[in-house]
């Protein structure tokens, strides 16, 4: 077993070590196992650090060949994308705590012919969604709830997980907790999410709970019962998370054969996930397996843009907003938890901070699909940016370019069925594909195929 990288029965590697840290720069370091989700000096948000110096002693050759030899292999964990590279993510976990469903490995998408309608040769979708509860939320779930797992098994006492969501962490969550027989709880803003969404943690028993209330509101209450009550959070703000979802830009490179792309582009909404992008390319250099970064666009949409307000200040100023309601509702959220990590990632790329109408994101959503894609809106958001990046000249036309697609299109139908049904509120619908409904006779039948034919010709 050369190529694991462990060398005990339990899978933990002693000579790789990790801990938390105050992303401020307070002294002190505390373990992962430690129920800590900020900074016990400043209250400022932790990071996971790890014992780099550990990692460049195994050097870029013996990584690569341990990560190409565990990419979709069964020996647990390893066929997990996120535990393939356990000793860089969250080498403190026992194989028998380890709660993984192998995330991670998702496909990159060659979007040829939409490249070929915007005029991009080297246009590349992440298909994240592409995963056990359809959304990226899974990579950053499976560390968590590992830990978790791991502290139980050393007699923490820990009741039972809970976050407040806009609908995939939640599913996610469930999932994890589901399978590890760790009881969960969501708090979701009622009648703010998808049906898909909805069902999903009620399907995999979690005690589920709508608040008349945005995810802003959702998440003041997880808060709360997470200090007063001794139940674990699991929402972004504990970086357990962002440790698994770093693992989507090293992903990125190894499946281009460990060359950078120019461009990365991610829709954000509580800036963990750009957060983590940031931090897995970061830490790619410092193991020597690349040597420069990509640039990076984080979109958002128009009616949650507190980021991009700030933006356009040079980051100077910072306001949190009302999020208002858009097709995009994994993102709707005024109060990002993560906007400091995110600004620090963004000064550090030299990132561009883009926005999206919901006319744009509609339109970008159809326009892909009708490619071979089924976008949700959010993946709508980053396409957005893209397009609007590449129009001003930002992005040239040899780039290669990788959009992130967070989360598979089929939790998010209800607004392709409004927009194909022409009955999508406020939003013109010109590329609807409506159903054509028929009475069984074949002289109408044939009639209506030649019809469509013809006119999808133009
Ligand atoms: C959570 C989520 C996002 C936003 O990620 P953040 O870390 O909150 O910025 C984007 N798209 C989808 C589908 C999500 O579930
Ligand atoms: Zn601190």
Not at 238 to 259: P, Y
Not at 270 to 283: D, Q, T
Request: one cysteine or more; a negative charge.
């Amino acid at each position: 077993m050369t190529a694991s990288g462990t060398n005990s029965a339990s899978g933990v590697d002693g000579s790789f070590s990790c801990w938390f840290e105050c992303t401020t720069g307070c002294a002190g370091r505390w373990p992962l196992t430690d129920v800590l989700y900020r900074c016990p000096k400043c209250s400022g948000l932790l990071t996971v650090a790890h014992d780099q110096a550990a990692w460049k002693r195994v050097g870029p050759a013996e990584w690569k060949a341990r990560f190409e030899a565990r990419a979709h292999a069964t020996e647990w964990p390893f066929g997990s994308g996120v535990w393939g590279k356990r000793e860089v993510v969250c080498p403190v976990v026992a194989d028998d705590n380890v709660v993984s469903m192998f995330e991670g490995h998702t496909n990159l998408f060659w979007a040829r012919r939409y490249g070929a309608q915007v005029g991009l040769e080297d246009l590349w979708i992440k298909l994240c969604g592409n995963t056990h509860t359809g959304s990226f939320k899974d990579l950053g779930m499976t560390v968590l709830v590992s830990v978790v797992s791991q502290m139980r098994a050393e007699g923490k006492n820990i009741p039972a997980v809970a976050c407040a969501s806009t609908g995939d962490t939640s599913a996610a969550l469930a999932a994890y907790a589901a399978y590890a027989g760790i009881p969960a709880i969501v708090l979701l803003p009622r009648d703010k999410i998808s049906t898909a969404q909805l069902i999903q943690p009620i399907s995999n028993g979690a005690i589920t709970l709508s608040l008349e209330t945005d995810f802003d509101g959702c998440m003041k209450i997880v808060q709360e019962i997470a200090e007063r009550d001794g139940i674990y959070l699991a929402n972004s703000m504990n970086s357990l998370r962002i440790e698994g979802q770093k693992t989507v830009g090293m992903e990125i490179v190894q499946q281009f054969d460990w060359e950078v792309p120019e461009w990365i582009i991610i829709p954000g909404g509580n800036l963990g996930n750009v957060s983590a992008l940031g931090k897995g390319l970061l830490e790619l250099r410092e193991m020597g397996l690349i040597d420069r970064l990509p640039n990076l666009i984080c979109a958002q949409a128009e009616r949650a843009n507190p980021l991009y307000r700030s933006y356009l200040t040079g980051f100077e100023q910072y306001q949190p907003i009302e999020a208002q309601t858009t097709l995009a509702n994994a993102i709707q959220i005024g109060n990002p938890v993560s906007y400091q990590r995110a600004v620090r990632v963004l000064k550090e790329f030299d990132g561009i901070v883009e926005q999206a109408t919901e006319q744009e994101i509609v339109d970008a959503v159809v326009e892909a699909d009708a490619t071979g894609l089924f976008n949700c809106p959010h993946t709508g958001v980053a396409l957005v940016a893209f397009k609007k990046a590449l129009a001003r000249g930002d992005i040239s036309r040899n780039d290669r370019v990788v959009v992130v697609s967070t989360a598979h299109g089929l939790k998010f139908t209800d607004f392709k069925v409004n927009y194909h049904r022409r009955a999508l509120d406020g939003i013109r619908c010109d590329g609807a594909n409506s159903e054509i409904v028929l009475a069984p006779r074949y002289q109408d039948v044939r009639d209506a195929i030649f019809r469509e034919i013809d006119r999808r010709r133009g």
